[in-house]
């Protein structure tokens, strides 16, 4: 799987960046002239980031993890998703917006 870990690596990074872009792009754009935007979406950029740290615990430094570790990465990573769609801190018109794609700076 060595040639497919570093595709999986990026395409989960990429999608991760991109989620944070299409949250974080109405605060970036509108957010300094309305309050409500910039304390509304703060805690699903921090669930974003939180998921891109712990998933990074498992990749950043190795070459390829085990299969134990690429068994807990999709269990934090599914886990993130199932909680990010279903969390009250996350308001449902965020899953109306434009997805934007945004690859890292660099992976």
Not at 5 to 18: A, C, D, E, K, Q
Not at 22 to 51: C, F, H, Q, W, Y
Not at 63 to 70: D, T, Y
């Amino acid at each position: 799987m060595a040639d497919d870990f570093g595709t999986v690596r990026r395409n989960i990074l990429f999608f991760l960046y991109s989620l944070k872009s299409s949250v974080d792009r109405p605060i970036r754009t509108k957010g300094a002239a309305n309050p409500k935007l910039r304390g509304g979406d703060l805690k699903p950029l921090l669930m974003i980031e939180e998921a891109r740290i712990v998933f990074n615990s498992y990749v950043r430094f190795r070459h390829e993890p085990s299969a134990q570790e690429w068994a807990e990465a999709r269990s934090d990573l599914i886990n993130f998703i199932t909680l990010f769609l279903s969390s009250d801190d996350v308001d449902q018109s965020i899953l109306q917006r434009l997805f934007l794609p945004a690859p890292p700076r660099s992976l």
